[in-house]
């Protein structure tokens, strides 16, 4: 039996487009199982509590349960580098924060990029955090911390919860745009932070208004400002940044969704749309405003405009990190 020149090529073609055939039908019948979405935090966490709420209205947009896998260690990376590595097919998505995809660039040697290995998909949530101090310091008001600051280099102290964490990253920030400098001070966590601010061991603190709020009204600590361009719903008392006197000052610890590089457009697409859908609904609105959080804005919620305020984000606090030489080994 003999087959024609034309023929064997027409069957070597007919074979090559079969994972491009495949891909397509995939794409087009995406969803069809559960999708894993990596978290590279503890449960009960504020990444974790935003994944949950988003990814449980997602679920009715998509059709498909979301199970969110925490994967915590190694301040995180062990979660990225699960999601970076995985089959770029739209089942496994990775949801976290500023602190894992762009802390954690600057201060460990990854061997991945987070600009170009992951595909933007939405931001979450942003939440802003207070300018916090110990109730006897001698500054009413942030015009006065600020002139308090100054007026005391290097010897202010600043408590975080722990090297390169969201408070100590912040911190960095603060000390450049004023023009000095702190004495870091590390705790096991916010909270341990918190109580020695109570007992008034150390001078100041950025913590999201989330978790630092009822402390704040309890009026054991003083809240100056809040960094962001609004005054908080649950706050309206507390000025921002810009009625303050430090305008433009924003920093907050924001969550957002990414997909493995490699994964169909149509894909990254739907995930969007199920993403948006979730942010929009009033319900996950409220549940996000009950724990501090603000709304991305319509442009932060496309792919592209994720993407950009990524990048713009990294390029921004990559070199506060590195100046201050927190990359480890």
């Given at each position: 039996m003999t087959i024609s020149r034309r023929r064997v090529l027409h069957l070597v073609a007919?074979?090559?487009a079969l994972p491009l055939l495949s891909h397509i039908a995939n794409a087009?019948?995406?969803?069809?199982?559960?999708?894993?979405?990596?978290?590279p935090a503890s449960a009960g966490g504020p990444t974790d509590t935003i994944g949950r709420i988003i990814a449980q209205h997602m679920q009715t947009t998509l059709g498909q349960t979301i199970v969110i896998e925490n994967v915590g260690g190694a301040s995180g990376t062990i979660g990225t580098n699960?999601?970076?590595?995985?089959?770029?097919?739209?089942?496994?998505?990775?949801?976290?924060?500023?602190?894992?995809?762009?802390?954690?660039?600057?201060?460990?040697?990854?061997?991945?990029?987070f600009l170009k290995d992951f595909l933007p998909i939405s931001m979450l949530a942003s939440g802003p955090q207070l300018v916090l101090s110990?109730?006897?310091?001698?500054?009413?008001n942030f015009k006065e911390l600020l002139a308090w600051l100054?007026?005391?280099?290097?010897?202010?102290?600043?408590?975080?919860g722990g090297v390169?964490?969201?408070p100590h990253i912040s911190g960095l920030a603060f000390q450049k745009e004023i023009g000095t400098k702190f004495q870091f001070v590390p705790f096991r966590g916010t909270a341990p932070a918190i109580q020695s601010m109570i007992g008034g061991h150390v001078d100041i603190i950025f913590d999201q208004a989330s978790s630092t709020l009822?402390?704040?009204?309890s009026g054991t600590i003083r809240a100056y400002a809040v960094t962001s361009k609004t005054r908080l719903a649950s706050a309206p008392e507390i000025p921002t940044v810009d009625e303050a006197g430090l305008p433009g000052f924003y920093v907050s610890i924001w969550q957002g969704m990414w997909a493995p590089k490699g994964t169909p457009k149509e894909i990254v697409g739907k995930l969007n749309a199920a993403a948006v859908a979730a942010l929009a609904d009033p319900q996950v609105q409220g549940r996000l405003k009950e724990i501090g959080q603000e709304l991305p804005t319509r442009e932060q919620q496309t792919p592209e405009g994720f993407?950009?305020?990524?990048?713009?984000?990294?390029?921004?606090?990559?070199?506060?990190?590195?100046?201050?030489?927190?990359?480890?080994e």
């Open positions: 007919s074979a090559a087009d019948t995406y969803p069809s199982r559960t999708i894993t979405a990596i978290v699960r999601v970076v590595r995985a089959t770029p097919d739209g089942y496994t998505i990775g949801i976290g924060g500023v602190n894992h995809y762009v802390v954690n660039g600057a201060v460990y040697p990854l061997q991945y990029d110990r109730n006897n310091l001698p500054a009413t100054k007026a005391n280099p290097d010897g202010v102290t600043f408590a975080t390169a964490s969201p009822p402390v704040v009204k993407g950009a305020f990524h990048a713009a984000e990294i390029a921004k606090l990559w070199p506060i990190i590195k100046g201050a030489g927190l990359t480890q």
